[in-house]
Each structure stands twice: as structure tokens, then as C-alpha cells.
């Protein structure tokens, strides 16, 4: 059973909509981050949350905004789409973040902006 | 500049020969781990290893702290090996910064 959910696998949206992508782990794990992966750029960190808490964020845009309803929960909100937005995200999680542990990754959501 | 530079960006072997990749870093670090990425997407953690050596079949990690590297080497390489392997560093706090990658092409 996959341990790290992302809903949904693929998704096409239009500019200037908004969208969320889902994020749930059943790792027991404490913290959850967001990344993106683009066709131009290396994998890049976007958000790390502990215990429910945002701990670091690293993306300049506002109209990326990370929700946390529930411990194992990090969903990813983003509004007023753009077709550079196109990329995978991928979710991840970690024992406690913070300090020394390994992540564990989600399959990813690939998300397509016309 | 980059924190994280990878090397060789690519690399084609043919099955069975050894390859070494390469992860150098331009600060201090907390934590160090290798990812395989599969054509398609999804990342496996292959080593988590801040420091010293680690084995797992044929696959070896060494970090050397002093000297801001870490490498991989993969022994008697096999088609399945194909893909991207990526390094990540935890410079403090939360935030992991990764390499760009090493694309590894292992033909018959």
C-alpha cells in the first residue's frame, strides 16, 4: 500500500484558476514538505511543515499556499494559475524534519497550466 | 552559486561496467541523501548518509565532511540502474536543497 497519497496523479488547468493538490502520509511521520519539479530547474524546496506548523517556505509567490487540516495532512493550494506553474509537485515527509532524517516522497502530481 | 553541484551530468554505461557520481557542496551540512528518480518521476531514497560509508548491495555511499563531498558508486551496473540520481543536503533547519542530478543510461 503507498504510504505517501497524492491526489490527483495528473492535472490540466486553465490559466487564472485555481487549484489543490492533496497530500496525505501514513508514516506516522511529523513533518511534510512541498517541492516542484520543472522540465528547467532542479528539484526545488518550496515549504516544510513540523508538527502542523509552517517551519521554512522558500517560495516567493504568495498564491502558493500550503494547508494543514490534519498531521498527516499537507495540502497545496494555488491560486491565479500560470503556465509556469507547469511541473510535478511531489510531497514528502520525514520522521521529525529539522534535523537528521530521511524524506520519503509522495508520486507526485503533475500539473499542466494552458 | 549553486550549493549543490553534481557530476557527471550524464553518464552511459555498458551492463556490467562500475560507475562513480559525484555530489560536492559548498557549505556545511546536517544531513546528505542520495535519491534514484525513475524515468517517469517518483523518488526512492537510496542512502541517507551524513557522514562515512554505507553499503547496500552494490550500491556504496561516502561522505566526507571536511572535504564537502559525497559520492556513489555503483558496482556491476544493470539496466534497471537507468534513471536520475539526485543528492540533497539539509544545511540547517528545514530547508533540502538537491542537486541538478546525474542521468544514468545502462545499455546491454
Known amino acids: 500500500d503507498p504510504k505517501i497519497i497524492q491526489k490527483p496523479k495528473y492535472l490540466v488547468a486553465v490559466t487564472g484558476s485555481e487549484k489543490i493538490l492533496i497530500c496525505e502520509q501514513y508514516?506516522?511521520?511529523?513533518?511534510m514538505y512541498w517541492y516542484r519539479q520543472s522540465a528547467k530547474k532542479p528539484l526545488e524546496f518550496m515549504f516544510s511543515?513540523?508538527?502542523?506548523?509552517?517551519?521554512d517556505n522558500q517560495t516567493a509567490s504568495s498564491r502558493f499556499q500550503p494547508q494543514s487540516s490534519k498531521k498527516n495532512h499537507l495540502d497545496l493550494q494555488i491560486t491565479a494559475l500560470k503556465p509556469d506553474d507547469s511541473a510535478t509537485y511531489f510531497c514528502?515527509?520525514?520522521?521529525?524534519?529539522?534535523?537528521?532524517?530521511?524524506?520519503?516522497f509522495g508520486p507526485g502530481t503533475r500539473l499542466l497550466v494552458l | 552559486g549553486q550549493q549543490v553541484q553534481q557530476s557527471p551530468t550524464s553518464l552511459v554505461l555498458q551492463e556490467g561496467e562500475n560507475a562513480e557520481l559525484q555530489c560536492n557542496f559548498s557549505?556545511?551540512?546536517?544531513?546528505m541523501q542520495w535519491f534514484y528518480q525513475r524515468p517517469g518521476g517518483s523518488l526512492v531514497s537510496v542512502f541517507y548518509?551524513?557522514?562515512g560509508t554505507k553499503q547496500s548491495g552494490r550500491l556504496t555511499s561516502t561522505t566526507v565532511i571536511k572535504e564537502r563531498r559525497s559520492s556513489l558508486h555503483i558496482s556491476s551496473s544493470q539496466i534497471t540502474d537507468s534513471g536520475t540520481y539526485l543528492c540533497?543536503?539539509?544545511?540547517?533547519?528545514?530547508?533540502?536543497?538537491f542537486g541538478s542530478g546525474t542521468r544514468l543510461l545502462v545499455s546491454p
Open positions: 511543515y513540523s508538527y502542523q506548523k509552517l517551519m
Open positions: 557549505t556545511s551540512l546536517n544531513s
Open positions: 540533497a543536503i539539509r544545511t540547517g533547519g528545514y530547508k533540502v536543497v
Open positions: 508514516l506516522g511521520h511529523n513533518a
Open positions: 548518509n551524513p557522514s
Open positions: 514528502a515527509s520525514s520522521q521529525e524534519g529539522g534535523g537528521a532524517d530521511t524524506q520519503y
